[in-house]
């Protein structure tokens, strides 16, 4: 391959190149006594311009670097959901910061930092560079975690969250040493199109690599038993920071896992019993540990684990279907998912609340519209109509059905059931549940009144007329099996 | 215009939305200028898209609007869209004009009410689901606005609910209702699961092929989506929520008990006539059901002195004619008297609204009498209304009412019996509303003194709807004047596209309906006309001349007077038949059923899960090196399944 003479177009890395420029001029303004307090303004900057950029995108169907990165629908819808993700969690970030006496520009500059991670996962077909951006994506999230200087819980957070996150990589990367071993290069498209001959040649390597892989990726989608981690990590990291967890690299996770297994080892069919159990422990562990939670920041760490298993059966139920009811059901869950953390984040802001349930007591009282949107977010994450989380849930039991998984579908259909049960305690807890201790005013900014609004609208409106996020997520497929 | 069909219903949408986020905040004046501006631009709106579907060829008269598809899931597609027709038009007219009259006149009614802005977001709710209903291109959608109005209902109803009698009449309702939209969504179910699809152009299109003519899958079928429109037109046996409706406020009786919601149940029945005409069978049952009810609550309007209650029987007794039209496939005649019914009925729901206003919230007519000269405006207009209801010719009560007797007799699927019912129900009908006018209007005043200081002529944005709606209600007719008279009946010829269908699939079986000979029809005319006459004169020697002669007349057979003021013991029947063994079925599941096997068994299972859980928590240490082994657990068990295979 001759190198000087290829040319190298910057064009399919605009959104991550914008998030990359914004985010150096975030981390050396402090050198400069430049004013930090403009690096949300900067971010926010930043983010538009990465929108903007990946919106063009949208419909192309590029490759570049060399066949390392490659730009199309399905890892530039990922880009919007990346996007969304870092602008909400900035937007509700700030005021929460501000309170808790950590308003720092590196938390703006990582999370930026951390969002090119996740591009280049989502838009790569090239085993090394998806790992290259899945660390791209970890180091300033075990940064993150630990922000909070101060409090033993954040710290214990950051390095539990590296520890687990060091050992997750190295298994990894080893199993894209197999891979590599055995197929002889990385790059999933000639895997995919010397898939037979590898299989013959040197099948136990391969196989042993793609379980690795699967335990690489499983640990950032958080699929039990990998899922350890989550509930302390979640719990200790700054709030805003433990939404961002939620869904962000989550989403991330499912990009790579699904350009991995769908694309390029969709014939190691093996695979599918192995993400079957991976989705039923999932869900099960997940709904099981969230039904004694007496914090709701704990409840949605928990609960967030259980989500990862119902699109773990949208990736078993596979096809067009069940991939498009998998990216369905992330941005979904990333709006109702992230308006409830809003809400969690609303109520810690009141000195000294650390949003356990006896604090939500009274709520309804006090914040008629505030404990209606939590109820609406909570009804949204157990599934019910007319939220988006319903049609979302739908679709991926559907497909499962369609696909010959009844078993599985009813297990998801049960464990749906099963978590009904603490979301609706949150509900009663707040509307009621009496207390005799004064409720502390939920003081509202401009910010997460926009988080709000955008997640309110996105969870009821798309649950009223689902059907632009279908024709998104069914053209999030274009060209990707 | 009909590109913005989709304002129609948007506009009381977004009243509703303004109204109920700023309510307790907004001054009165705001809160009724868009309550009322949003329903007048609907009314507007579908003035303009009526005049524009007017000018088209008669049978291109269809304006499909598809805005989005709403429910995309394999084989089940639902869009939701807008269907304008020539049927459609007409209700949107309707239900916009008398709607909007109908703010107007709530504006002065509820002027004192403390819970206004509430009033006017349930109102302006009702109008959205409402419009969308007569709107709506496939069944589901039409279902959403059916279940709409049905909540709306149900909240208005119970508008005063501190009164423990409105909050449960509203609970009457809401529940009688649930059983006929039960019919509704199986009978839906089988359209879908026959035609493969719930779009009333295509189940109209496709309806004849896909069932036998008279079997029996399009019968029941038919027959469930029937069930609907009973529980909704409160026909028997279902009909026993719609007296107890009358706890809401007047002007919802008049809007949504009376001119509109109540008569979705006919409108159904009317845009799925393609269905209907496929079976004889169903179409008698709605025929019998029709014009028993008809006469049966007549009966019981006879001996009523509530004033709404009269009016809620005579309501039931209309919707009766309604059905019986359909039930001899004459849908054009049904809708017709739809029509002109809103129009009268709305205006004595109204005029009713207005005595009792200036009695003090007074609604029994025996502390009434001798208003007449108190309330010039209300009385004259109420007038009108009666005659109109009474069949006088050439009022607007007349044409329609008399079109459905007749095709009772002349249809191929009528029958003389059906006529003779509706004949002498036509007499109870001019008997009851006479007597409600000379015990309220005319004789002594019997009220008390402090009542009849009191006494006032409504305000004007009262009186002003009732002027209005007197004037539809004498000219209302005019546009369905039958062809005896020497001139097409225009009413019936605009609705023929609508109907063609079913003509059509009739006409290959049975004799086009409306045959039959001119001096039989002026026969039959001048026989009812006759015998509303003598009705009224009855009326006024009973309650006007000689007051001592009812009274001798209730004592003679005070069984069947007793009889009738309690309205046949139905509710207590239904009480003891249906309520009571459904309340201790439900006893029985709850204490036993429900606490013992369900309970048991879900906290037996909560338990394991807390077990499980307890089990799950000695892997959650908090240590790393805990979790590095179970994830080295998991690792040795994914790869060691890969490489077992």
């Given at each position: 391959m001759d190198i000087t003479s290829a040319t190298i177009d910057l064009s399919i890395i605009y959104p991550e190149l914008a998030l990359l420029v914004a985010s150096f001029v975030i981390f050396v303004m402090p050198f400069f006594r430049g004013p930090t307090r403009f690096a949300p303004f900067i971010a926010f900057a930043g983010l538009l311009a990465a929108a903007i950029f990946a919106a063009g995108q949208w419909g192309s169907q590029q490759s570049g670097f060399f066949g390392m990165v490659s730009c199309d629908n399905f890892g530039v819808a990922f880009k919007h959901i990346f996007i969304l993700t870092s602008a909400i969690a900035l937007f509700m970030g700030y005021r929460y910061l501000v309170v808790k006496g950590i308003n720092r520009p590196e938390y703006y500059g990582l999370l930026l930092i951390a969002t090119v991670g996740m591009m280049v996962m989502a838009n790569s077909t090239d085993l090394v560079v998806i790992f290259l951006g899945l660390e791209v994506m970890s180091v300033p999230l075990y940064i993150m975690a630990g922000?909070?200087?101060?409090?033993l819980e954040s710290n214990e957070a950051g390095i539990k969250y590296f520890i687990m996150g060091a050992f997750a990589s190295a298994f990894l990367l080893m199993g894209i040493a197999f891979v590599f071993g055995a197929a002889g290069t990385t790059d999933l498209r000639r895997i995919v199109a010397d898939f037979n001959f590898i299989m013959s040649n040197a099948q136990p390597f391969m196989l042993t690599g793609v379980g690795l892989l699967v335990v690489g990726f499983g640990f950032k989608i958080a699929a039990v038993p990998f899922h350890s981690w989550v509930p302390d990590v979640y719990q200790g990291a700054p709030t805003p920071v433990t939404a961002f967890f939620s869904v962000g690299p989550k989403a991330a996770g499912f990009a790579a896992l699904l350009r991995v297994f769908a694309f390029g080892f969709a014939d190691v069919t093996i695979m599918v019993t192995v993400f079957q159990m991976l989705a039923i422990l999932t869900m099960t562990v997940g709904n099981i540990f969230a039904l004694r939670q007496n914090n709701v920041k704990r409840l949605l760490a928990y609960s967030s684990i259980a989500h990862a298993g119902y699109v773990l059966v949208a990736v078993v139920a596979g096809g067009s279907e069940g991939l498009a009811a998998a990216v369905f059901y992330l941005v979904a869950y990333a709006l109702f998912n992230l308006g409830g953390f809003a809400v969690v984040v609303l109520m810690e802001t009141r000195s000294g609340c650390k949003s356990d349930f006896s604090e939500l007591a009274g709520l309804a009282r006090v914040h008629p519209y505030l404990s209606a949107i939590l109820a609406l977010f909570m009804f949204a994450l157990a599934g019910f109509p007319p939220t988006v989380g319903f049609f979302g849930k739908f679709y991926i039991f559907a497909a499962a059905v369609k696909a010959g998984y009844i078993p599985l579908a009813v297990v998801g259909v049960m464990n749906s059931f099963l978590s009904v049960y603490y979301y609706l305690r949150v509900v009663k807890t707040s509307y009621f549940d009496e207390t005799d201790k004064e409720f502390a005013p939920v003081k509202y900014t401009p910010a997460v009144v926009l988080v709000l609004t955008v997640t309110v609208i996105g969870t009821l409106g798309l649950g009223l007329f689902p059907q632009q996020l279908v024709e998104f997520s069914r053209a999030a497929l274009f060209a990707f099996l | 215009m009909s590109d913005y069909l989709f304002l129609i219903p948007l506009f009381p949408l977004i009243g509703f939305i303004t109204n109920g986020l700023l309510i307790g905040r907004l001054p009165k004046p705001v809160i009724s200028f868009v309550g009322c501006s949003t329903v007048f631009l609907s009314f507007a709106l579908s003035v303009m898209v009526f005049f524009e579907l007017k000018a088209m060829p008669a049978g291109l008269r269809v304006i499909e609007q598809v805005l989005f598809t709403w429910i995309p899931s394999g084989s089940f597609h639902v869009n939701i869209g807008l269907l304008l027709d020539p049927l459609s038009a007409v209700m949107i007219l309707v239900v916009s004009g008398v709607g909007f009259l109908i703010h107007v006149y709530s504006v002065g009614y509820m002027h004192n009410d403390p819970g206004y802005g509430r009033y006017f977001t349930y109102l302006n709710l009702f109008t959205f689901a409402m419009l969308t209903l007569v709107l709506a291109d496939n069944f589901l959608l039409m279902f959403v606005g059916w279940e709409g109005v049905g909540l709306c209902s149900y909240l208005l109803i119970g508008f005063w609910f501190e009164k423990k009698s409105a909050s449960d009449a509203g609970k009457k309702a809401f529940i009688v209702n649930r059983i006929g939209d039960f019919g509704f969504l199986l009978g839906m179910f089988l359209v879908f699961w026959t035609v493969g699809s719930l779009d009333f152009l295509t189940v109209s299109e496709k309806a004849p092929e896909v069932f036998t003519y008279g079997g029996a899958l399009i019968t029941t079928t038919c027959i469930l989506l029937f069930v609907g429109a009973v529980g909704k037109s409160a026909q028997i046996p279902l009909y026993v929520w719609l007296p107890d409706a009358m706890e809401g406020p007047t002007p919802v009786s008049a809007l949504i008990h009376a001119a509109t919601m109540v008569t979705a149940g006919v409108y159904m029945v009317a845009r799925t006539n393609a269905l209907f005409i496929l079976t004889p069978d169903a179409l008698l049952v709605v025929a019998i059901i029709g014009v028993v009810t008809a006469f049966f609550a007549a009966t019981i309007g006879l001996a009523q002195n509530d004033i709404k209650r009269v009016l809620a029987y005579s309501t039931v007794s209309q919707l009766g004619y309604m059905f019986l039209a359909c039930g001899v496939a004459s849908f054009a005649a049904g809708i017709f008297h739809l029509m002109t019914h809103a129009f009268f009925k709305a205006l004595l729901f109204l005029g009713a609204g207005s005595v009792i206003h200036a009695m003090s919230d007074e609604q029994d007519m025996r502390n009434m009498g001798g208003l007449k000269k108190y309330l010039p405006i209300t009385f004259s207009t109420m007038f009108i209304a009666t005659l109109a209801i009474a069949g006088i010719p050439p009022l607007s009560g007349f044409f329609s009412k008399d079109e459905i007797l007749w095709k009772s007799f002349s249809s191929d699927f009528g029958h003389p019996l059906f006529w003779i019912l509706g004949f002498v129900t036509a007499g109870l009908t001019a008997f009851y509303m006479f007597r409600l006018v000379f015990m309220t209007f005319y004789g002594k005043e019997r009220m008390d003194d402090k009542t009849r200081t009191h006494i006032h002529e409504s305000p004007k944005t009262m009186t002003i709807p009732l002027i209005i709606l007197a004037v539809f209600s004498v000219i209302g007719g005019f546009v369905g004047i039958p062809h005896i008279f020497g001139v097409t009946n225009q009413f019936e010829h605009w609705l023929e596209p609508v109907m063609a269908t079913s003509a059509g699939a009739a006409e290959s079986h049975v004799l086009a309906a409306g045959g039959g000979d001119t001096g039989m029809e002026w026969t039959l005319m001048l026989l009812s006309v006759v015998l509303v006459a003598v009705s009224i004169y009855f009326a006024h020697l009973l309650y006007k001349k000689r007051t001592e002669l009812a009274t001798s007349l209730r004592e003679r057979f005070s069984g069947l007077h007793r009889t009738l003021l309690n309205k046949y013991y139905v509710d207590e029947f239904y009480g003891a038949v249906v309520v009571r063994p459904v309340v201790y079925l439900s006893l029985f599941l709850w204490k036993v059923f429900d606490v013992v096997v369900i309970d048991g068994f879900l906290n037996g299972l909560a338990s394991r899960y807390h077990e499980v859980s307890e089990f799950l928590r000695f892997g959650q240490t908090g240590r790393v090196r805990t979790y590095a082994t179970v994830f080295i657990f998991g690792v040795v068990l994914v790869v060691a399944y890969m490489l077992m295979d």
């Open positions: 922000m909070a200087r101060r409090s | -």
